[in-house]
T-cell receptor, first 114, second 114 residues
Framework: DVKVTQSSRYLVKRTGEKVFLECVQD?????MFWYRQDPGLGLRLIYFSYDVKMKEKGDIPEGYSVSREKKERFSLILESASTNQTSMYLC?????????????FGDGTRLSIL | AQSVTQLDSQVPVFEEAPVELRCNYSSSVSVYLFWYVQYPNQGLQLLLKYLSGSTLVESINGFEAEFNKSQTSFHLRKPSVHISDTAEYFCAVRESNTGNQFYFGTGTSLTVIP
């Protein structure tokens, strides 16, 4: 069974805090992704990484950064959390570029910024 | 970049009735197509995928989708829905030659009414 582990299911933080969301996959896949999901907006890509130490901005990178020091781990960082970053965050991974494998998702982290 | 359109944001349907969830994408290049399902407070799970070959693909729980290249569509159907099919459904596209990214529609919320 494919496993994608997100470190927390629910998280509550305060405005201005630095927030780390962790994601670990066990498939040795090159590509990893961070999305946020909001009602009516679907999934919006924040950042993705196609290799260790490599990253690419997605559609809404502002206010976020990422870290990929090891192939299996992809971290999303909110440098200074704000209330408009309250959302559901989903991590995913997939096989190499151009491949026909689907994405595999974690269960998500519901983050509330107070 | 791809654009994926799910025209129906909410679809209510009575139990045992048929349902169709529509998905259209923008690109004329070769693509892989996916439908994902999301149950409350969970991540996305792969429902079915079109990679090549037969344009009609099926899932294990009775859903099917048909790839129509001329209409750039990949509509999802089920002839008789169950209460347990109540969920959010997302269509996704990945370009077969160059794609690291997946492009998602905004989702369709299917509610099955007893």
């Amino acid at each position: 069974d494919v496993k994608v582990t997100q470190s927390s299911r629910y998280l509550v933080k305060r405005t201005g805090e630095k927030v780390f969301l962790e994601c670990v996959q066990d498939m040795d896949h090159e590509n990893m992704f961070w999305y946020r999901q909001d009602p009516g907006l679907g999934l919006r890509l924040i950042y993705f990484s196609y290799d260790v130490k490599m990253k690419e901005k997605g559609d809404i990178p502002e206010g976020y950064s990422v870290s990929r020091e090891k192939k299996e781990r992809f971290s999303l960082i909110l440098e200074s959390a704000s209330t408009n970053q309250t959302s559901m965050y989903l991590c995913a991974h997939s096989g190499a570029q151009g491949g026909n494998q689907p994405q595999h998702f974690g269960d998500g982290t519901r983050l509330s910024i107070l | 970049a791809q654009s994926v359109t799910q025209l129906d944001s909410q679809v209510p349907v009575f139990e045992e009735a048929p349902v169709e969830l529509r998905c259209n994408y923008s690109s004329s290049v070769s693509v892989y197509l996916f439908w994902y399902v999301q149950y409350p407070n969970q991540g996305l799970q792969l429902l079915l995928k079109y990679l090549s070959g037969s344009t009609l693909v099926e899932s294990i729980n009775g859903f099917e989708a048909e790839f129509n290249k001329s209409q750039t569509s990949f509509h999802l159907r089920k002839p008789s829905v169950h209460i347990s099919d109540t969920a959010e459904y997302f269509c996704a596209v990945r370009e077969s030659n160059t794609g690291n990214q997946f492009y998602f529609g905004t989702g369709t919320s299917l509610t099955v009414i007893p």
